[in-house]
């Protein structure tokens, strides 16, 4: 039996975008777009979800560090650029970093390369929306723990059984997942943000919408149809509320 804690997260930094020619579905494609354009990470970065660790993955820990084995290795899985990985990695023997972009990755080994915490992190390319993919990272390090911070909110829903399928291969029997999303209500009340960017939208924001990036949301509905209780163990669920600055036109 998989096991899941599900948070709906009501972040105040990710916006429903208009996108341009193209597929929603082409995570790959796009995803190495947005990142090839990123010149700076961290505090006043390019990342518009690049947040510090005491206010991310630290809120997440005391949430989730005590349903997990800690003999397990922990998955961060869309780690981007790797900051929560780093952090991840100062609780956890062994961290692996798996993204759908390239691009993510090597800035994210860039990145990591120096720190203490270089030792138990890795990094690979992964896409948990092509099958076979979960099944040959499983098959290399075994049953493990899941960290998704605002993933799934992005995989477009003909790929969604394909990819909680990879989820589940991943966790095997013995791993659990920590999952923590943005609501589609936080998207139809930030996508109103004004800016004065080519698109309308603050400039941060741009940078994801002209790469063609489509998050759709994710909400209870979603956790029930795509994680039900005749194969999931929902170990706790809830709502949380995340406060960032996005920074307009005019300051």
């Known amino acids: 039996m998989n096991t899941i804690t599900d948070a709906v997260k009501f972040y105040s930094h990710v916006l429903l975008f208009r996108f341009k020619g193209g597929s929603p579905r082409e995570y790959r494609r796009q995803w190495d777009s947005y990142w090839r354009t990123v010149n700076a990470t961290g505090p006043g970065g390019e990342v518009l979800w690049d947040s510090a660790p005491e206010r991310a993955s630290a809120e997440d820990l005391r949430r989730f560090a005590a349903h997990l084995d800690p003999g397990l290795p922990l998955v961060d899985l869309g780690c981007g650029n790797?900051?929560?990985?780093?952090?991840?990695?100062?609780h956890f023997q062994r961290v692996i970093g798996v993204d759908v972009a390239p691009a993510a990755i090597?800035?994210?080994?860039?990145?990591?390369?120096?720190?203490?915490?270089?030792?138990?992190?890795?990094?690979?390319?992964?896409n948990g929306a092509v099958a076979g993919e979960a099944e040959a990272l499983h098959a290399e390090i075994g049953d493990a723990n899941i960290y998704m911070r605002t993933v799934f909110h992005c995989v477009q829903a003909p790929d969604r059984p394909c990819f909680v399928a990879s989820l589940a291969?991943?966790?095997g029997d013995?791993?659990?997942?920590?999952?923590?999303?943005?609501?589609?209500g936080a998207l139809e009340t930030l996508r109103k943000l004004p800016g004065d960017s080519p698109s309308g939208l603050p400039e941060l924001v741009h940078k994801v919408v002209k790469n063609g990036i489509h998050p759709i949301?994710?909400?209870?509905?979603?956790?029930?149809?795509?994680?039900?209780?005749d194969r999931w163990i929902v170990?706790?669920?809830?709502?949380?509320?995340?406060?960032?600055?996005v920074r307009l036109g005019h300051g």
């Open 82 to 90: 790797g900051r929560q990985s780093r952090f991840l990695a100062r």
């Open 106 to 126: 090597e800035l994210a080994r860039r990145e990591t390369r120096g720190t203490p915490e270089e030792g138990r992190i890795e990094y690979r390319v992964w």
């Open 169 to 171: 291969t991943l966790l």
């Open 174 to 184: 013995r791993g659990t997942m920590y999952q923590i999303e943005l609501s589609r």
């Open 217 to 229: 949301g994710f909400s209870k509905r979603d956790r029930d149809r795509y994680y039900p209780d």
């Open 235 to 245: 170990l706790d669920q809830g709502d949380a509320v995340a406060i960032e600055t």
